[in-house]
């Protein structure tokens, strides 16, 4: 199986939904404050316009089959870093998963954010969601901080 891996283009957005469809109905069983019906967790069509970032598709047989995106955003003034590459929509169609789709994207994602002289690629995973943060972990991610939540 060949896989390009390409710049998202405006026309690419109907699919690029359906992705973030997919990502929240998989992260709703790991987030039940996540409001029910449609949801959006990104303006994609912003992200795919701004100078600041870089959207990436997955495409084998003229077929696109995952995504990724990296973000360049301000690090808080602690940090040794001014800025960092932040990851979104990272997304590989099921009947695709398991074949280094998702790496080839990632790969791709953190060469933009050498090539921008970042030093620092972040992204959010729930810590439940074991599929996501082994993917992440094999990658060379490291658990950074997590988040903790009361629901009163």
């Known amino acids: 199986m060949i896989v390009e891996i390409r710049t998202a283009v405006e026309t690419d957005i109907d699919i690029l939904l359906s992705f973030e469809k997919g990502i929240i109905e998989a992260e709703r069983p790991f987030d039940n404050s996540i409001k029910e019906g449609e949801t959006h967790y990104y303006d994609l069509i912003e992200i795919i316009r701004a100078k600041n970032a870089k959207v990436l598709v997955a ?23 001014k800025e960092y590459a932040y990851l979104g929509i ?63």
């Open 59 to 81: 495409v084998t047989n003229n077929e696109i089959v995952g995504s990724g995106y990296a973000k360049i955003l301000s690090a808080k003034p602690y940090n040794k870093h």
């Open 90 to 152: 990272m997304y590989v169609k099921p009947a695709f998963r398991g074949k280094g789709i998702n790496q080839k994207i990632l790969n791709r994602l953190v060469e933009w954010a050498k090539n921008n002289n970042l030093t620092e690629v972040r992204l959010k995973v729930y810590d439940e969601n074991m599929i996501a943060k082994n993917s992440y972990l094999k990658a060379g991610f490291k658990p950074n901080l997590l988040e903790m939540r009361l629901e009163i």
